[in-house]
C-alpha cells in the first residue's frame, strides 16, 4: 500500500530541488501560485547559493510588479533559462533577462500551457499554427529575447501542404503547485482557488520525468468529500507543504473572494464608467458584440466593455471568459485577473484553450500598443519595457471577430466631450499607429487570409483591416479627419468612411 503523503516545510521541501532541474510553477498572476514556495526557494538560494541553475518554466505571469511571484527568482545564479508566457508582473526577472543574465524566452501562454500535456506524455512537442508570421515564428525570432539565448525552441514543420510551428518539449524535474485542501494521501482539491490552471498537466510532467511535485495547501484533512474533487491524485504529490493560511492569500490583490468561487445565480454590480475617451472606445466595442456570442475581454481598456454592457443591460447577453478557466461571470480585474465573479464554470487552463485555439471564440475584445500600416500588433514591448504576449496570440490568432481598443494616441492625451461631440483638449506625446512596430504579435495578413473580421476601435475613428491595409471607416462626430486622425499616424491609412458616430 502506498504510504500517506509527506507534509513537509516549504524549507525541507525546497531542499529537494537539485541543481540544473527545470521547475514549473503554476499560477495566474496570483491566483493558484505557491507564494510560499517560490519565497523559500528564494530564501534558500540567498542562505546556501543553492540550488542554482535552474530552468524556470511558468505558462501564465505570476508577479504583483513588485517582489512577490516570480520576482523571488530574480537572482544571477539561480536561473540559468526561463521559458515563460508574460514578463510584465515579474520586472526583477525581466530586467535580468533584458540585460542577457540569462536565456530567456517568451512563449505564448496556451502553447505552453498545451505543451506541458505533451511534456507529461513523452511526446515530441506542440504542433500548431499558433504564432505563424509574429516574433515568436523562427522565421523571425524564435521568441528569443536576447543574444544569449540562442536555442531553437520552435520550428517550422510542413503537413499536408500547410506549414505549422513545432514547440519542442522540454522535461520537467520539479512542479510546484498550489491547492486548498490535501487528504492524508496527498490527493488535492482547489475548492477555494479562484481557478484550477495547470495543476495536473505539471504534476504529471514532472512525475514522469522521474521528478518531484511540491504542493502548497491550506490545510490537510482526513478525506475530501468527492473523489471528483482531487483535481491532482495523491500518487504524484511528494510533498505537501501547509501553509495555514500564510502565504496564501486567493489573489495578490485580495486575501480572499467569496464571489471567485459562488455559484453563477448571484449579480455582481459593476461601477458605470465615467465620459470620456475609455467610455467611447469601450461603448463602440460593445456594439460589436452580439446576443450569445462566446466572449473574451482582454486586460485593461477591454475590461470597461463589461462595464458598459452591464449599465446598459447587456451583460446577460453574451457569456465573458478568461483564458485561465472561468467561463460566465464577470473578469476580475487588476492583481486578481485570472478569476471571475459569480462562474457559472471553471475548467482547467489548456481546454480552456483548446476551445479557443479551435475557433470557440465569438469575439475577442483585446487591447494594444502598436498598430501598423498592415494592420499588425504589437503588446509585448512598450515604453523600453518588455511585457511579452501571455495569452494574447492564441486568442487573437483563433477568435472569429476581433476588437482591438486603444486610443490613437497616448501619453498626456486630454479629450473634451460636448453633447455627443468629442475634442481634443490635449494632444498625446506618442503615436500608437506607427511605420514599424517592435514585435508583431499579431500578423494583420495572416488574419485576412484566414478570414477574420478585425476592427481597431479608438475615441476619434473606427479602423478596419481589408486586404490593402488598414482603412478608416467611422469618424467620432466633431473629429477632423485631416486634423485629427491622419495628421495624428505615422502612415496615411485608406480612406474608406462608412459613417460617423456618436
Not at 92 to 106: D, T
Not at 416 to 440: C, N, Q, S, T, Y
Not at 446 to 464: D, H, I, K
Request: some cysteine; aromatic content about 6%.
Amino acid at each position: 500500500m502506498r504510504a500517506a503523503a509527506r507534509v513537509a516545510t516549504a524549507e525541507e521541501a525546497i531542499a529537494a530541488i537539485p541543481d540544473g532541474a527545470t521547475v514549473a510553477v503554476g499560477g495566474f498572476v496570483g491566483a493558484a501560485h505557491p507564494e510560499m514556495l517560490t519565497s523559500a526557494l528564494e530564501q534558500r538560494f540567498l542562505r546556501t547559493g543553492a540550488p542554482r541553475d535552474l530552468t524556470l518554466y511558468y505558462c501564465a505571469g505570476q508577479g504583483d510588479r513588485g517582489d512577490r511571484g516570480l520576482n523571488h527568482l530574480a537572482h544571477r545564479g539561480l536561473i540559468k533559462r526561463v521559458i515563460g508566457g508574460h514578463w510584465n508582473l515579474a520586472p526583477k526577472l525581466g530586467a535580468l533577462a533584458l540585460a542577457g543574465e540569462f536565456e530567456s524566452y517568451n512563449l505564448p501562454q496556451g502553447v505552453l500551457s498545451a505543451l506541458l500535456r505533451e511534456i507529461a506524455a513523452k511526446r515530441p512537442g506542440l504542433i500548431t499554427r499558433v504564432g505563424l508570421n509574429t516574433f515568436i515564428d523562427p522565421i523571425h525570432t524564435g521568441g528569443r529575447m536576447n543574444a544569449r539565448t540562442t536555442e531553437a525552441l520552435v520550428e517550422r514543420v510542413e503537413f499536408d501542404g500547410q506549414v505549422w510551428l513545432r514547440y519542442k518539449a522540454v522535461p520537467v524535474h520539479v512542479g510546484l503547485i498550489r491547492g486548498t485542501l490535501a487528504d492524508a494521501r496527498g490527493n488535492l482539491s482547489m475548492e477555494r482557488e479562484g481557478m484550477i490552471g495547470d495543476v495536473l498537466p505539471i504534476a504529471q510532467a514532472a512525475k514522469n520525468h522521474g521528478g518531484i511535485v511540491i504542493a502548497q495547501v491550506e490545510r490537510v484533512v482526513g478525506a475530501l468529500s468527492d473523489p471528483k474533487a482531487a483535481r491532482v491524485p495523491g500518487a504524484l504529490v511528494d510533498f505537501v507543504v501547509v501553509s495555514g493560511g500564510r502565504q496564501h492569500d486567493q489573489t495578490f490583490g485580495e486575501v480572499f473572494n467569496g464571489a471567485y468561487v459562488a455559484p453563477w445565480d448571484h449579480a455582481h454590480a459593476l461601477p458605470a464608467m465615467d465620459p470620456g475617451e475609455r467610455r467611447i472606445i469601450c461603448s463602440r466595442a460593445l456594439r460589436e458584440i452580439r446576443a450569445g456570442d462566446i466572449v473574451n475581454l482582454g486586460i485593461g481598456l477591454p475590461e470597461g466593455v463589461a462595464m458598459v454592457a452591464a449599465e446598459t443591460g447587456r451583460l446577460k447577453e453574451f457569456t465573458l471568459t478568461v483564458e485561465s478557466g472561468p467561463i460566465g461571470g464577470v473578469p476580475a480585474s487588476g492583481l486578481s485577473f485570472g478569476c471571475s465573479h459569480y462562474p457559472e464554470a471553471i475548467i482547467d487552463q489548456p481546454a480552456q484553450f483548446d476551445f479557443y485555439d479551435g475557433g470557440g471564440l465569438d469575439i475577442a475584445v483585446l487591447g494594444a500598443a502598436e498598430v501598423d500600416a498592415e494592420g499588425s500588433v504589437n503588446v509585448a514591448s512598450f515604453g523600453g519595457r518588455f511585457a511579452g504576449v501571455g495569452g494574447f496570440v492564441n486568442i487573437a490568432q483563433s477568435a472569429r471577430r476581433i476588437v482591438f481598443c486603444l486610443t490613437l494616441r497616448a501619453g498626456g492625451l486630454e479629450v473634451a466631450m460636448e453633447g455627443a461631440r468629442v475634442a481634443i483638449a490635449k494632444e498625446g506625446r506618442h503615436a500608437k499607429f506607427v511605420r514599424r512596430i517592435e514585435h508583431v504579435c499579431f500578423h494583420g495578413p495572416t488574419a485576412t487570409a484566414c478570414g477574420q473580421r478585425v476592427l481597431y476601435v479608438t475615441e476619434r475613428a473606427v479602423f478596419e483591416l481589408t486586404p490593402n491595409g488598414l482603412a478608416v471607416r467611422e469618424l467620432t462626430a466633431g473629429i477632423d479627419l485631416q486634423t485629427d486622425v491622419l495628421d495624428q499616424m505615422e502612415f496615411t491609412p485608406l480612406v474608406q468612411l462608412e459613417a460617423s458616430r456618436p
